[in-house]
């Protein structure tokens, strides 16, 4: 993205998805109409990809957060994991990785035994041995992802 003013415009949003189109306005200096349209062409262009909400999961029942690393019962199976765990709400996110491991998942439940279910439920569904790390306390996560650009 080389244009300093959607880069603005990107940095703001990605601070706070609520900011309203005068609050952008005005941090970026153009009108409000130029912020709507300009915000308009990011998402239809995909660089604006959504907005949701950030739920508390104490709050909302799931307490428990874990890495899960997955590797293969058999390297020569097909390397279909994602597809294959796609299924189990879960798991919230799902990466590929480098090292012994092929993917680490981010999982949240209720208890050590939903743990244990689900840790059964992902052996089971994608043919693989895991390695799971608990996660005791999060210091942070979701920051803002800011463009390129604009970090120091």
Do not use: K, W
């Amino acid at each position: 993205m080389d244009d300093p003013v959607d880069l603005a415009i990107v940095t703001e949003i990605s601070r706070d998805a609520r900011a309203t189109l005068a609050d952008i306005s005005g941090a970026v200096g153009l009108s409000v109409s130029a912020v709507q349209a300009r915000l308009r062409r990011l998402e239809s262009t995909g660089v604006i990809a959504g907005y949701r909400a950030l739920l508390d999961p104490e709050a909302v029942g799931t307490p428990l957060s874990a890495f899960i690393e997955i590797t293969p019962l058999d390297p020569g199976q097909p390397d279909d994991a994602p597809e294959r765990l796609e299924h189990l709400t879960a798991i919230e996110a799902c990466h590929s990785i480098a090292g012994e491991a092929s993917y680490m998942l981010f999982v949240r439940v209720e208890t050590p035994r939903a743990l244990e279910v689900l840790i059964r439920d992902i052996r089971s569904a994608a043919s693989v041995n895991t390695r799971t790390t608990v996660v005791l306390q999060t210091f942070f996560e979701h920051r803002p992802v800011l463009p390129a650009a604009s970090t120091p």
